[in-house]
T-cell receptor, first 114, second 112 residues
């Protein structure tokens, strides 16, 4: 089955620790995206990548880092510099082969920093 | 800057029709999307408009007026399972693989 996987579903970390969230897709999509969602808020873009080995900052990139070494993978690292990291993190991907180039979302990772 | 505005909450009864509005001000426009998101789950794609007019897909329809910076999502024959958050998102000018700008979402509650 083709799709986007994020692991784990729930993640707990102590304050001051870096943590890396996994995002893998087997849809052969060129573009991948990371969003953060807080209660009652819409999706805010952290980083996105339209092609391997290239990525752009979104609206709230401070305290986060990404890499895009493979087409299938776009891991997000939440560093200790991120002041309020507890949130629901969503990964998405898209392709020009889709009719509307719509973004498909993974199931999300809920990160709680204690 | 980019501004996507939609109501925070709406309620309706089962079997009714509800219209969720979205207004936008963006530096460019290359399509408008509606997504449905159930609590704690991923958003799922509902509809896409890039030209003015109405797009119908089963119980859901979406309308766009580019000159007014306005869209609505129309849900007919409401069911309990339609209780969810509905997200309006605009793709700016440029690559079709470019970023989306999301509104805060409209939480719809359907009552029996």
């Amino acid at each position: 089955d083709g799709g986007i996987t994020q692991s784990p579903k729930y993640l707990f970390r102590k304050e001051g620790q870096n943590v890396t969230l996994s995002c893998e897709q087997n849809l052969n999509h060129d573009a991948m995206y990371w969003y953060r969602q807080d209660p009652g808020q819409g999706l805010r873009l952290i980083y996105y990548s339209q092609i391997v080995n290239d990525f752009q900052k979104g609206d709230i990139a401070e305290g986060y880092s990404v890499s895009r070494e493979k087409k299938e993978s776009f891991p997000l690292t939440v560093t200790s510099a991120q002041k309020n990291p507890t949130a629901f993190y969503l990964c998405a991907s898209s392709s020009r082969d889709q009719a509307h180039n719509e973004q498909f979302f993974g199931p999300g990772t809920r990160l709680t920093v204690l | 800057g980019q501004n996507i505005d939609q109501p925070t909450e709406m309620t309706a009864t089962e079997g009714a029709i509800v219209q969720i509005n979205c207004t936008y001000q963006t530096s460019g426009f290359n399509g408008l999307f509606w997504y449905q998101q159930h609590a704690g789950e991923a958003p799922t794609f509902l509809s896409y408009n890039v030209l003015d007019g109405l797009e119908e897909k089963g119980r859901f329809s979406s309308f766009l007026s580019r000159s007014k910076g306005y869209s609505y999502l129309l849900l007919k024959e409401l069911q309990m399972k339609d209780s969810a958050s509905y997200l309006c998102a605009v793709r700016g000018r440029g690559s079709t693989l470019g970023r989306l700008y999301f509104g805060r979402g409209t939480q719809l509650t359907v009552w029996p």
